[in-house]
């Protein structure tokens, strides 16, 4: 009688040499296709926060240190991501995925019908550890399907789909404001992935590099805290380091644009979100851009160069546009894309860089503890904010103020992590 592990234990032969990246094309582009149209989803739901933050700061009575204190409560979700990110290692990526796409519907159902703050920081907490989760095991799952010169490009199709889902939630808000509808109608859209999600997340495929560890025993035989030990703690230290600065410049970046636009230079809804729909079109450039050069020029001088760019566009974007300024939808349209494209470009390098610097059986654990550490930066981000608003003359000078953290991340990520363009992932990782 064959017990329930055995079961679920991947039928590989693990003693049976396999070219990983002698990829069929066609498994290839079923893949990308299958898990954009999910991250499209994800991307929706993921971005309603920071576009109804004027909204859903009215409906629940908050003023600027208010909305920024509820997104840093919302932040302790990367505590439910990084336990679903082990179990990704553990389990399997698909597996995770599945509960993930499965249990964010009714999530997001539940904090529409919140009619208290209590209870929406409750549902979105777990929408957002679903959504980290999700794009954590997306993220591996292309990097161990895709062959060595596609996974940078890989990684740009996974950006693109997120930002796509965004737009369409950055065109439905203003249509829902002119209507007299409330912004909770996100929410109720992202709901209705209940009834198709499932059913696209079953042709998700499992990843074949993860199948091979666990018929090893390598993932078994992995520990969370694995990623410190040995070898690989000369990389976990800098590239989480680099990835807490840069994700508390980021955060605050792309969290309070909208706001910035509406709230404190003034523009209508439907003026801002023109102007956010302008540089975010623009800026799904940074994700072929920065695919471009991580492949042509390498994932370290990509990451370096876009990080300095971001903390330039910061500054234009939030402290801008000038008092006199004729055109402010323009300004901060170029403000805009200019750091969107250059967040874009150094999230598909950088992306690339950390799935190739870690094995198999730690891959999904390295980017839970991402996501543990961008909920420490989140809530580090929001609270600054919180604190110094009001004393620094408003939260848009604030923000500028840390977009400049981007320039010590570049820095540190330049002088301490390992170039791995043209390396297979078991040679970048030194799993052979």
Same mark, same amino acid.
């Given at each position: =009688?064959?017990?329930?592990?055995?079961?679920?234990? +991947?039928?590989?032969?693990?003693?049976?040499?396999?070219?990983?990246?002698?990829?069929?094309?066609?498994?290839?582009?079923?893949?990308?296709?299958?898990?954009? !149209?999910?991250?499209?989803?994800?991307?929706?739901?993921?971005? #309603?926060?920071?576009? $109804?933050?004027?909204?859903?700061?009215?409906?629940?009575?908050?003023?600027?240190?208010?909305?920024?204190?509820?997104?840093?409560?919302?932040?302790?979700?990367?505590?439910?991501?990084?336990?679903? %990110?082990?179990?990704?290692?553990?389990?399997?990526?698909?597996?995770?995925?599945?509960?993930? *796409?499965?249990?964010? +519907?009714?999530?997001?159902?539940?904090?529409?019908?919140?009619?208290?703050?209590?209870?929406?920081?409750?549902?979105?907490?777990?929408? /957002?550890?679903?959504?980290?989760?999700?794009?954590? %095991?997306?993220?591996?799952? *292309?990097?161990?399907?895709?062959?060595?010169?596609?996974?940078?490009?890989?990684?740009?199709?996974?950006?693109?789909?997120?930002?796509?889902?965004?737009?369409?939630?950055? =065109?439905? =808000?203003?249509?829902?404001?002119?209507?007299? /509808?409330?912004?909770?109608?996100?929410?109720?859209?992202?709901?209705?992935?209940?009834?198709?999600?499932?059913?696209?997340?079953?042709?998700?495929?499992?990843?074949?590099?993860?199948?091979?560890?666990?018929?090893?025993?390598?993932?078994?035989?992995?520990?969370?805290?694995?990623?410190?030990?040995?070898?690989?703690?000369?990389?976990?230290?800098? #590239?989480?380091?680099?990835?807490?600065?840069?994700?508390?410049?980021?955060?605050?970046?792309?969290?309070?644009?909208?706001?910035?636009?509406?709230?404190?230079?003034?523009?209508?809804?439907?003026?801002? %979100?023109?102007?956010?729909?302008?540089?975010?079109?623009?800026?799904?450039?940074?994700? +072929?851009?920065? !695919?471009?050069?991580?492949?042509?020029?390498?994932?370290?001088? @990509?990451?370096?160069?876009?990080?300095?760019?971001?903390? $330039?566009?910061?500054?234009?974007? /939030?402290?801008?546009?000038?008092?006199?300024?004729?055109?402010?939808?323009?300004? *901060?349209?170029?403000?805009?894309?200019?750091?969107?494209?250059?967040?874009?470009?150094? @999230?598909?390098?950088?992306?690339?860089?950390?799935?190739?610097?870690?094995?198999?059986?730690?891959?999904?654990?390295?980017?839970?503890?991402? !996501?543990?550490?961008?909920? =420490?930066?989140?809530?580090?981000?929001?609270?600054?904010?919180?604190?110094?608003?009001?004393?620094?003359?408003?939260?848009?000078?604030?923000?500028? /103020?840390?977009?400049?953290?981007?320039?010590?991340?570049?820095?540190?990520?330049?002088?301490? #992590?390992?170039?791995?363009?043209?390396?297979?992932?078991?040679?970048?990782?030194?799993?052979?």
């Amino acid at each position: =009688m064959v017990d329930q592990a055995s079961r679920a234990a +991947p039928i590989v032969d693990a003693a049976v040499p396999v070219d990983f990246d002698a990829v069929d094309a066609g498994r290839a582009r079923r893949t990308v296709l299958v898990l954009c !149209a999910l991250l499209w989803f994800q991307g929706f739901t993921m971005s #309603i926060n920071g576009i $109804a933050a004027p909204w859903i700061a009215k409906s629940f009575g908050l003023g600027e240190s208010g909305i920024a204190s509820l997104y840093a409560w919302i932040s302790v979700s990367a505590i439910g991501a990084l336990v679903l %990110s082990r179990l990704a290692d553990r389990l399997g990526r698909r597996q995770v995925l599945r509960w993930c *796409l499965r249990g964010t +519907p009714p999530a997001a159902l539940g904090a529409a019908l919140s009619a208290n703050v209590v209870a929406f920081v409750l549902f979105e907490i777990v929408i /957002y550890a679903f959504i980290a989760a999700t794009l954590a %095991s997306a993220v591996v799952i *292309l990097a161990e399907e895709l062959p060595i010169a596609a996974r940078a490009r890989g990684q740009s199709f996974a950006g693109l789909a997120v930002n796509l889902g965004g737009g369409l939630c950055l =065109m439905l =808000m203003p249509a829902l404001d002119r209507a007299g /509808y409330s912004w909770r109608w996100l929410l109720a859209f992202s709901a209705l992935g209940i009834l198709w999600v499932p059913f696209v997340a079953q042709l998700v495929p499992e990843s074949q590099r993860w199948e091979r560890a666990a018929a090893s025993g390598a993932t078994a035989a992995s520990r969370f805290v694995d990623i410190f030990r040995g070898r690989y703690r000369r990389r976990a230290i800098p #590239i989480l380091t680099c990835f807490l600065l840069s994700s508390i410049a980021n955060t605050a970046a792309t969290s309070w644009g909208y706001f910035h636009a509406v709230s404190v230079v003034g523009l209508s809804a439907a003026a801002a %979100s023109l102007m956010m729909l302008t540089g975010g079109a623009v800026s799904m450039l940074g994700f +072929p851009l920065g !695919a471009w050069t991580a492949e042509r020029f390498g994932r370290v001088p @990509t990451v370096v160069t876009f990080g300095v760019l971001i903390a $330039a566009g910061s500054l234009f974007f /939030y402290w801008g546009p000038p008092a006199r300024g004729m055109a402010p939808t323009l300004w *901060l349209a170029i403000g805009f894309a200019w750091f969107m494209t250059a967040v874009n470009g150094s @999230t598909v390098a950088g992306n690339a860089a950390a799935t190739e610097l870690f094995p198999t059986a730690l891959r999904g654990t390295l980017i839970g503890w991402f !996501a543990l550490v961008g909920a =420490m930066a989140a809530v580090s981000s929001q609270a600054v904010i919180a604190i110094l608003a009001e004393r620094l003359g408003g939260l848009s000078v604030v923000v500028g /103020y840390l977009g400049l953290l981007t320039i010590p991340s570049a820095v540190i990520f330049g002088l301490c #992590i390992e170039e791995t363009r043209g390396l297979s992932l078991e040679v970048s990782a030194k799993e052979r």
